[in-house]
């Protein structure tokens, strides 16, 4: 009974001192949203396509589209972790620059910085073994 008690305590600590957000509970549990963040270093401007691959039968999927100017930062909040597509173009289409088939895991910061030459992704918090890890077209975040 004092356990329980000295645990709905510290949770209450916690909980008012904005150490244990509900959101940090839902990532603590896989059930929280996860980031997608892109920055466009290009001189021209683009279109982002973000889609859900893996949609449960009883809904559809979730997504958007960011249209980006150059130097544009936009960020998109996943609320169902899962397997998403990340596809950039060139504003008028007529360019693929390239994609990503993306896992996105309770409380993953993503982020995609594009610029003239490549696309670059890293997930917050974690360090590439390689440089190709990097680079959207090698990455093993993209897989």
């Known amino acids: 009974m004092g356990g329980c008690f000295a645990l709905a305590l510290g949770g209450f600590v916690a909980y008012k001192a904005q150490i244990l957000t509900p959101e940090s509970l839902m990532n603590l549990v896989g059930l929280g949203p996860g980031d997608i ?57 007529a360019a693929n620059l390239g994609g990503c088939t993306l896992t996105v895991r309770s409380g993953n910061y993503y982020q995609f910085v594009t610029m003239p030459e490549t696309i670059v992704i890293r997930l917050k918090g974690e360090t590439p073994e390689t440089g190709a890890d990097l680079v959207v077209s090698s990455s093993t975040l993209c897989r």
């Open 37 to 93: 963040e892109v920055v466009n270093f290009r001189d021209d401007s683009m279109a982002v396509s973000i889609l859900q691959l893996d949609v449960p039968e009883d809904s559809g999927p979730m997504g958007t589209s960011l249209d980006m100017n150059p130097y544009d930062v936009r960020r998109w909040r996943v609320q169902n972790p899962g397997r998403y597509r990340v596809d950039f173009v060139t504003a008028d289409g």
